[in-house]
């Protein structure tokens, strides 16, 4: 995770990976707790809709922080995205 997150690769994605719903840089997007993947707030969603939502945004969140804030004081907010809408 700790790569995917220091070359940005979550920053701009240009389609939303579970509905391929088209992303302009100005169009928010949030990652999934569940692959990390930048998709659209529809499907955060129908994500957080999920009867194991809760359990594996808490292990996400813990293991972000061994990965990343822990190791890099995390100044792309990765784990923060997770969370929090961004544009590219």
Excluded at 73 to 82: E, K, W
Aim: charged share 35%; proline share 5%.
């Amino acid at each position: 995770m700790s790569d995917f997150w220091k070359e940005g690769v979550y920053c701009c994605e240009t389609h939303c990976p579970r509905c391929d719903k088209k992303l302009n840089p100005d169009d928010l997007r949030i990652l999934s707790v569940y692959d990390h993947k930048g998709i659209c707030l529809e499907c955060k969603k129908k994500e957080e809709d999920k009867s194991d939502y809760g359990e594996v945004s808490k292990k996400m969140i813990g293991q972000c922080m061994i990965d990343t804030e822990l190791k890099y004081s995390d100044p792309g907010a990765y784990c923060y995205h997770h969370f929090y809408p961004f544009t590219c």
